[in-house]
């Protein structure tokens, strides 16, 4: 089970910080990405990273801007927003992927458990 926390309001230029809780023992063994979907859009890659941290993949809208980390002792992912903007705004979810290389992670098919999601809107 993938629980986010994290969202909010904040205005343009602002910062969040999101998290992604993990249950069970394999959070370690799986590589985890962010997506977001803004209403009426399809569901979009953000950032993943390796199951021990050492690689990483941004999309292009938010390279520069957010970072992905992981704590495997906490069994938590995290998203760094900084420098928000109102295009920003969607919903953000954490997944769990067994794809270990960095070229499946853009793609929704490779992950394998979902979070529920978590609001983050950016006002201008």
């Known amino acids: 089970q993938l629980v986010e926390s994290g969202g909010g309001m904040v205005q343009a230029g602002g910062s969040l910080r999101l998290s992604c809780a993990a249950s069970?023992?394999?959070?370690?063994?799986?590589?985890m990405g962010w997506f977001r979907q803004a209403p009426g859009k399809e569901r979009e890659f953000i950032a993943a990273?390796?199951?021990?941290?050492?690689?990483?993949s941004y999309a292009d809208p938010v390279k520069g801007r957010f970072t992905i980390s992981r704590d495997n002792a906490k069994n938590t992912v995290y998203l760094q927003m900084n420098a928000l903007k109102p295009e920003d705004t969607a919903v953000y979810s954490c997944?769990?992927?067994?794809?270990?290389?960095?070229?499946?992670?853009?793609?929704?098919?490779?992950?394998?458990?979902w979070g529920q999601g978590t609001q983050v809107t950016v006002s201008s």
């Open positions: 990273m390796s199951s021990s941290g050492s690689m990483t």
């Open positions: 069970g023992r394999t959070f370690s063994l799986y590589a």
């Open positions: 997944a769990a992927s067994r794809k270990p290389l960095p070229a499946s992670w853009p793609t929704i098919q490779a992950y394998d458990y």
